[in-house]
């Protein structure tokens, strides 16, 4: 079998890999759940190749996640739910008519889009689809009625946090600065220390969200995304901790053998070289 630039090619690899007997063994042996995981990792493998705007390693990425789209549509195929063909035709279909203003009649371009007609559009969706599940004899995909709902669980926990208070802000719930927020980041730190004093360790790991859910808030205030915020501190907490590990070894020593005075000292330099 020859590499393709047809997305029918990856296809009939998948299908290869998932065949029985001949096919490869680990990958028939997985099913979504043992998936999920690697899909996950490719997404955020392609944000950091983003960040790091190598689009050699983005290119690679790509593909990378068009896999983990194909795998997914192969075993939902195997068990006659969907193909991939269908999920080309949901996500076409739904563009289209997320986008009347580009893609409608003349009427709908000339008058663009009407405000509050990209949400219109997507309750109108989720109504569709939560009748079409019922009719199916499904359980409603959603899991309530609430306002926040729609905010989807399998976002990373600081995303969602995000998003929800978004969501939040849109009906008036909301701070109307980041100022009076700095003070309800004490009063959480407040909280915390007093759980810790307590000893009671799943009131401090309630404390502790409370505290992150706080200061999420203030930099959305300030226009900062906090996974972005936070990936370049770790890679700034990696890239120091890489200039003491090279300083140590220049030296003929190691992180192992250092004592947390010499790591500290040369952490220092190592920052105020940036």
Same mark, same amino acid.
């Given at each position: 079998?020859?590499?393709?630039?047809?997305?029918?090619?990856?296809?009939?690899?998948?299908?290869?890999?998932?065949?029985?007997?001949?096919?490869?063994?680990? /990958?028939?042996?997985?099913?979504?759940?043992?998936?999920?995981?690697?899909?996950?990792?490719?997404?955020?493998?392609?944000?950091?190749?983003?960040?790091?705007? /190598?689009?050699?390693?983005?290119?690679?990425?790509? %593909?990378?996640?068009? $896999?983990?789209?194909?795998?997914?549509?192969?075993?939902?195929?195997?068990?006659?739910?969907?193909?991939?063909?269908?999920?080309?035709?949901?996500?076409?279909?739904?563009?289209?008519?997320?986008?009347?203003?580009?893609?409608? /009649?003349?009427?709908?371009?000339?008058?663009?889009?009407?405000?509050?007609?990209?949400?219109?559009?997507?309750?109108?969706?989720?109504?569709?689809?939560?009748?079409?599940?019922?009719?199916? %004899?499904?359980?409603?995909?959603?899991?309530?009625?609430?306002?926040?709902?729609?905010?989807?669980?399998?976002?990373?926990?600081?995303?969602?946090?995000?998003?929800?208070?978004?969501?939040?802000?849109?009906?008036?719930?909301?701070?109307?600065?980041?100022?009076?927020?700095?003070?309800?980041?004490?009063?959480?730190?407040?909280?915390?220390?007093?759980?810790?004093?307590?000893?009671?360790?799943?009131?401090?790991?309630?404390?502790?969200?409370?505290?992150?859910?706080?200061?999420?808030?203030?930099?959305?205030?300030?226009?900062?995304?906090?996974?972005?915020? $936070?990936?370049?501190?770790?890679?700034?907490?990696?890239?120091?901790?890489?200039?003491?590990?090279?300083?140590?070894?220049?030296?003929?020593?190691?992180?192992?053998?250092?004592?947390?005075?010499?790591?500290?000292?040369?952490?220092?330099?190592?920052?105020?070289?940036?």
């Amino acid at each position: 079998m020859k590499p393709s630039r047809d997305i029918s090619r990856l296809i009939e690899i998948m299908a290869a890999l998932r065949t029985p007997v001949t096919g490869c063994p680990w /990958d028939l042996e997985q099913n979504f759940e043992t998936i999920a995981p690697y899909t996950l990792e490719e997404a955020y493998e392609v944000a950091d190749a983003i960040a790091r705007n /190598d689009l050699v390693d983005l290119r690679d990425e790509l %593909g990378d996640l068009l $896999l983990q789209v194909v795998y997914h549509a192969r075993m939902a195929e195997e068990q006659g739910a969907f193909d991939f063909g269908a999920v080309v035709q949901a996500i076409t279909e739904k563009m289209i008519r997320r986008h009347p203003h580009v893609f409608g /009649d003349e009427a709908a371009r000339g008058a663009g889009m009407a405000k509050g007609m990209w949400e219109k559009v997507k309750a109108e969706e989720k109504a569709a689809k939560r009748a079409a599940r019922i009719a199916a %004899g499904l359980a409603p995909e959603d899991h309530g009625a609430g306002y926040l709902d729609s905010v989807p669980v399998a976002h990373p926990a600081l995303t969602r946090a995000l998003k929800l208070q978004e969501k939040a802000a849109t009906v008036g719930f909301d701070w109307k600065d980041a100022k009076p927020i700095l003070d309800k980041i004490e009063e959480e730190i407040g909280e915390l220390r007093e759980a810790i004093d307590s000893g009671f360790s799943a009131d401090v790991e309630d404390e502790f969200g409370d505290v992150l859910f706080a200061l999420v808030n203030f930099g959305r205030h300030l226009k900062i995304d906090p996974e972005k915020a $936070l990936r370049g501190t770790n890679e700034k907490f990696r890239t120091r901790l890489h200039a003491v590990q090279r300083a140590l070894e220049e030296n003929g020593s190691s992180l192992e053998a250092a004592s947390l005075d010499e790591m500290e000292e040369l952490w220092q330099r190592a920052k105020a070289a940036e």
